[in-house]
C-alpha cells in the first residue's frame, strides 16, 4: 500500500523552529516521485508551501515561506523534510506531503490536482 505518513507538527512560539517529516512506504521516492509540501489553514484554500523533485536537482518554494523553510529529502530513509524557520503566526495550519510522479505539461508544482496521493496531515500551531 502507497502511503505518507507527515510527523514532526506541535505548538512553537513566534520566531521558533520546527521540522516535519514526511515518511513513504509501499514505494521508493528516490527517482520515481517528487513530493510537495502544502498547508491549509481554518477558512483559506490549501496553498503549496514548497517542492522537491524525484531527483532533489528542483527546488520550488511559495513566496509567503522563502528564506525561512528549507526542503530536504533523505532517499536512505525514504523520507522528505521541511525545516521551517523564523515561524510566524500565519504559518499556522495544517501540513500535509503529497507525491507526483511528474508536473504536466503546463502544470504547476503548486497545482493540488497534480499529485497522486495525499498524507494525513500534521498540525503547526505557532503561538506565544
Known amino acids: 500500500q502507497l502511503q505518507l505518513v507527515e510527523s514532526g507538527g506541535g505548538l512553537v512560539q513566534p520566531g521558533g523552529s520546527l521540522r516535519l517529516s514526511c515518511a513513504a512506504s509501499g514505494f521508493t521516492l528516490k527517482y520515481n516521485y517528487a513530493i510537495g509540501w502544502f498547508r491549509q489553514a481554518p477558512g483559506k484554500e490549501r496553498e503549496g508551501v514548497s517542492y522537491?523533485?524525484?531527483?532533489?536537482?528542483?527546488?520550488n518554494y511559495g513566496d509567503s515561506v522563502k528564506g525561512r523553510f528549507a526542503i530536504s529529502r533523505d532517499d536512505g530513509k525514504n523520507t522528505v523534510y521541511l525545516q521551517m524557520n523564523s515561524l510566524k503566526p500565519e504559518d499556522t495550519a495544517i501540513y500535509y506531503c503529497?507525491?507526483?510522479?511528474?508536473?504536466?505539461?503546463?502544470?504547476?508544482?503548486?497545482?493540488?490536482?497534480?499529485?497522486?496521493?495525499w498524507g494525513q496531515g500534521t498540525q503547526v500551531t505557532v503561538s506565544s
Open positions: 522537491i523533485s524525484s531527483t532533489g536537482g528542483i527546488i
Open positions: 503529497a507525491a507526483l510522479r511528474f508536473v504536466s505539461d503546463g502544470g504547476t508544482w503548486a497545482d493540488q490536482a497534480e499529485y497522486d496521493f
